[in-house]
């Protein structure tokens, strides 16, 4: 009975943080929601922030089990799993199941970073696209010139993209809209006629190091 009401607060949290986001959602509605007292559920969860903190391991949980589905592929490319997870995270935040959480909340951020399951979910998920970043990189399916962290954070940026939910509120269909977004994400914006363009210098120097 515990364990089932424990899994159905995660499951409501996990919902109202999509569809409301951290800041809206408050402890009385998760408890009303799953039909308990809130002093019941404070005996689950001893705060707002570690509410939030079981949803986001959640979803790291369920991004792990992705990609071990991803890389039974072993005839796939890297960039062909890159690929996947991104389209599997913006199918989750179309389904309304990606918990929404502020980049700024210091008691949110304190109790994520002291959580040692939720970190160390973290680092499974980030190691696993760290390698499959750095093999498409040699493949040269992705620029070798861009550090590999940046292309991290732009594949984790995807699962909070705005762009899905603003365009399926303009009418667009869900598939069309990450199909779109997956383009962009991995072509980026020019069409197949436009010119490269040029590199930015680095003061003023070449790649060779002369002016």
Known sequence: MLQVRHEAI????????????????????????VGIAKASLYKHFASKEALAAAAMKRVQERALAQMDALQARPEARAVEHLRGIVRWALQTQSDGQMPSLPSQNSALRNVLTADKDYMDLLMQVSDRLGAWILQAQRDGDIDAELPPELVLFTIFARACDPVLPALKAAGHAPEQVIDWVLRTCFSGLAGPGAASAPRAATGGKGRSGKK
């Open 10 to 33: 995660i499951d409501t949290v996990n919902r109202l943080l999509a569809e409301r986001g951290y800041d809206m959602m408050t402890v009385d509605e998760v408890a009303a929601d």
